[in-house]
């Protein structure tokens, strides 16, 4: 792959800056400033969940992972809505996990009594994975920010010292920054009220019992709060339907569904909208059943705008053994029988679906480059079918092209490459010239004959 020079010279000038800003913010006083934990005693807080042990030790509160028991958390007593919070946060080892609870609440009845806490955590991960600052729905969604989205503040976290941790969680929107870079922005729909916690993770290797994560310098904003500067051009994960924030706005992002109408959308090899087979409603665009047949009711649907270089999002829920698609580089040239050609981003339900058994070594599984590359999926980046799924496509202007299913890079390659030229000549493509080798082309919703849905359309040039 290349190397992407101008991300690092972006990122390089990013550090500077930032981590200027955020550590004058964190050490200016203002009154506005109010301390969560005195230093001495754990008065206003309480133990939930697990039993792992919290202590005072020179000035912070020192959890100490344990075997035997679930994930432990320390709560305030007070709920809060909207805030700002800054921390320090040390963790021991780089194969343990800690968090932050925000807006988060308790099932008091889960875990034989003993109470589960559910709700946003900001994540601190050590591992190699580095998503610390990442937004995670602890026992609720699961990932919300996996911090692939944003991989330049990967190296924010700093192993085996503290880091100071700033949070936001100002009407819908919360924001992140660790060591002063700005690192993950959700804007969600649940929740706006909600008590904070600091967690100590289970463990499942008795190697790790006895390890320590220590928090310090724990203060809270309430009133007349200020938000911090984000820079334009990071990801968000906008979790309200069909909407735009101004940031993503001003970062160059425009909806491809404004969730009532057909407007920017056509049948492929038609000049309108198709007349059946496709549904809109309730601010969701959705392919209807014909049983499973290829483009043989609505057809497939185009846009009417050609893209070269982009970052393009989009939700999508399977119906029980759904098949659908998304494409891209479509240039509607080939006037083929069937759905248009494409480089397609596979919609599918892999345990129900034959296709998935089809292809090479599953390169036709969910998010995988269509009969060319398997996509590398964990567990945690599935859901479950009737749920919402969110894909992203990013092709750079070097044609270096990724795959992201539910935040998390699935798979990545150069467009136009040796390497992808030899995976074409190998697939059912290789008949096609130039095969996904245009300049531009049309993005396309499938028409599989399975029911599909999509929604949160939206779109940014690079």
Sequence with gaps: MKTHTYIQKRYAIMVVLLTGLAFTSCTTATDNWEPLFDGETLNGWKR???????????????????????????????????????LEVKLEGEATNSGIQTRSHLDEAANDGRGRVYGR????????????????????????????????????????????????AIGNET??????????????????????????????????????????????????????????????????????????????????????SNAGWVGAYKDAFPA????????????????????????????????????FSFEFKLTEGGNSGVKYFVT????NTGSAIGLEYQVLDDERHPDAKMGKDGNRTLASLYDLIVAQKTNRSLRKIGEWNKGRIVVQPDNIVTHY???????QYERGSDAYKKLVSDSKYKNWDNFGQAAQGHLLLQDHGDRVSFRNLKIKSL
């Design 175 to 260: 924001k992140t920054w660790i060591n002063g870079i700005p690192t993950a922005y959700v804007v969600d729909t649940l929740d706006a009220t909600g008590f904070i916690g600091l967690q100590v993770h289970s463990i499942g290797d008795e190697a790790l019992a006895g390890k320590k994560v220590y928090f310090k310098n724990i203060r809270i904003q309430t009133e007349n709060l200020k938000q911090q500067d984000f820079p334009l051009g990071i990801y968000v994960v906008n979790l309200t339907p069909n909407s735009l924030t101004a940031y993503e706005q001003q970062s160059g992002y425009q909806l491809l569904f404004d969730g009532h």
């Design 121 to 168: 955590q900001v994540e601190i991960d050590p591992g190699t994975r580095a998503w610390t600052g990442g937004i995670y729905d602890e026992a609720r969604r699961g990932w919300l920010y996996p911090l692939d989205l944003n991989e330049e503040a990967k190296a924010a976290y700093k192993k085996e010292e503290y880091n100071h941790i700033r949070i936001e």
């Design 48 to 86: 939930v969940g697990g039993e792992a042990p919290y202590a005072i030790e020179d000035g912070a509160i020192v959890g100490t992972m344990t075997s035997g028991t679930p994930n432990s958390f320390l709560v305030t007593e007070k709920e809060y809505g909207d805030f700002i919070l800054e």
């Design 332 to 335: 509607l040239d080939e006037h």
């Design 276 to 311: 059946k087979g496709w549904e809109i409603k309730d601010g969701i665009i959705s392919v209807l059943p014909a049983d499973g047949g290829e483009s043989t009711n609505g057809g497939d649907i185009v846009t009417t705008e050609q893209y070269g270089a982009f970052d």
């Design 405 to 411: 299913l539910n935040g998390e890079k699935v798979l």
